[in-house]
């Protein structure tokens, strides 16, 4: 089994608000986040397919192929978005990184038909991101400092 991985980089805002908060409540979870005129990341994203090296192309898939999907899928929807605004993900959803990461597996997992999706990593700073392997979604917790 090889793991491949491919990064792709886009740029959006958001914010973090919690309908059912009080006013209170969204700026003691979410403190400056919790802006509605939001704020923006230069995110980097990592797709990591598996499989089997196929012995006549050396591939475990078509790059340009995990490029356009890419694309299509994630990167033509979320860069330079609002997301709370222009993304149907996050009309309802809180656009945290970790609800970002399952978003793109959810765009992905069913376009990837060459190969076997392992794992989406957002990077949304630097020194912060989260992995999403397919499970089921976890809750959204906690806080993220702009």
């Not at 970790?98 to 376009?111: D, G, H, M, S, V």
Request: charged share 25%; aromatic share 10%; proline share 5%.
């Amino acid at each position: 089994m090889v793991y491949l991985t491919r990064k792709a980089e886009f740029s959006a805002s958001h914010y973090y608000h919690n309908p059912e908060f009080t006013p209170e409540q969204n700026q003691r979870v979410f403190g400056k986040c919790n802006n509605p005129n939001g704020h923006g990341h230069n995110y980097t994203l990592e797709v990591t397919v598996k499989g089997s090296v196929d012995p006549k192309s050396g591939f475990v898939v078509d790059l340009k192929q995990l490029k356009d999907v890419m694309n299509r899928e994630v990167l033509d929807a979320l860069d330079h978005r609002f997301l709370n605004k222009e993304v149907p993900e996050f009309f309802t959803k809180i656009p945290t990184t970790e609800n970002l990461a399952i978003a793109i597996w959810q765009r992905l997992a069913t376009k990837l038909t060459a190969t076997q999706l392992h794992r989406v990593r957002v990077y949304e700073t630097p020194d912060l991101f989260a992995d999403f392997y397919g499970e089921d979604s976890p809750g959204e917790e906690g806080r993220r400092e702009a």
